[in-house]
């Protein structure tokens, strides 16, 4: 019997993963099975007990159990317990084992697919919900000059930049408001707010993007106005599928040993 791995959340009707997990298993001629499981609201635990006892493997996990798949696990590592929050879990007999490779997800594909190493670049994150402290450790490894983390409600944004301070070698850190971003400008401007989702826009100025900067929203699969705004500033405007490719085959890697090519995968998600 293949090896069996899901996708957990609620909902998961929608989730890509399962055939992004289906082609990197034909690629890297691994036999795996990989199925969505849906966990009602008030049964994370016990549906993933479920699916341990029935042999399974590992999972990932999607909205909203990431923080609840961070107490379901017996070890962590060590950028799950910095964002508080597991999107890969592993199982091996009592063992439940959970990383995060959202961030890792992100930064492969800035860096990698889109071309833009972080090194001496201004870098705007917007947002200081779970998205956004999943990708903050990561962001500052990759020793960017300046990273402002500005939100709607600026406390939560301070929290973030000062629990994150000790991290973050020689980039300046900083929590701005989104008034407070009148006189700034960025080179890349990361969206990790949940805004797009509901359509909202964004009350941040179109001046926070410099001449060619790169604007990326970790949401995807639509034009968000933030995305809009950005194109219309004439920044080079992405959105998150490429994060959502690059998250799962570093969880891939975590469960197979292998690292499966992504830019076959990821273009053929595009043209679905
Ligand atoms: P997640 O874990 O998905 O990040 P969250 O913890 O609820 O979700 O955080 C949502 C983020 O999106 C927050 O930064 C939130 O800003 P506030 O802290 O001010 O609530 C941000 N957000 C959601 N809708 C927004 C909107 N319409 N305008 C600005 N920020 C918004």
């Known amino acids: ?152 409600t600026l406390p939560k944004a301070q929290a973030l930049a000062s629990e994150f301070a000790p991290a973050r070698d020689g980039t300046r850190l900083q929590a701005l408001g989104f008034e407070a971003l009148g006189g700034e400008s960025f080179d890349i401007v990361i969206n990790a707010t949940s805004a797009g989702l509901s359509g909202a826009a964004l009350a941040i100025p179109v001046s926070v993007f410099r001449r060619g900067a790169l604007a990326y929203d970790m949401v995807y699969g639509r034009e968000t106005p933030f995305l809009a705004l950005a194109r219309a500033s004439g920044a080079a405007a992405h959105d998150g599928l490429g994060m959502l490719v690059e998250q799962a085959a570093e969880s891939f890697r975590l469960w197979r040993g292998v690292r499966p090519e992504t830019a076959t995968v990821l273009a053929a998600l595009r043209a679905r």
């Open 1 to 152: 019997m293949p090896d069996r791995y899901a996708v957990i959340g609620h909902p998961v009707t929608h989730s890509q993963s399962p055939w992004i997990h289906a082609q990197f298993a034909r690629t890297t001629g691994q036999d795996i099975e990989y199925l969505r499981l849906e966990a009602p609201l008030d049964g994370f635990e016990r549906t993933l007990d479920a699916f341990r006892a029935a042999g399974g493997k590992g999972a990932n996990v999607t909205l909203p159990f990431k923080e609840a798949a961070s107490r379901y696990c017996s070890e962590l590592s060590a950028r799950a317990r910095a964002a508080r929050a597991v999107n890969t879990l592993k199982f091996a007999g009592a063992s439940r084992y959970g990383d995060n490779t959202d961030g890792a997800g992100l930064l492969r594909d800035l860096t990698v697919n889109l071309g833009r190493a972080l090194t001496a670049q201004r870098v705007l994150l917007l947002g200081a919900g779970g998205a956004a402290r999943g990708v903050l450790a990561p962001l500052l490894e990759a020793g960017p000059q300046r990273l402002v983390i500005a939100n709607r």
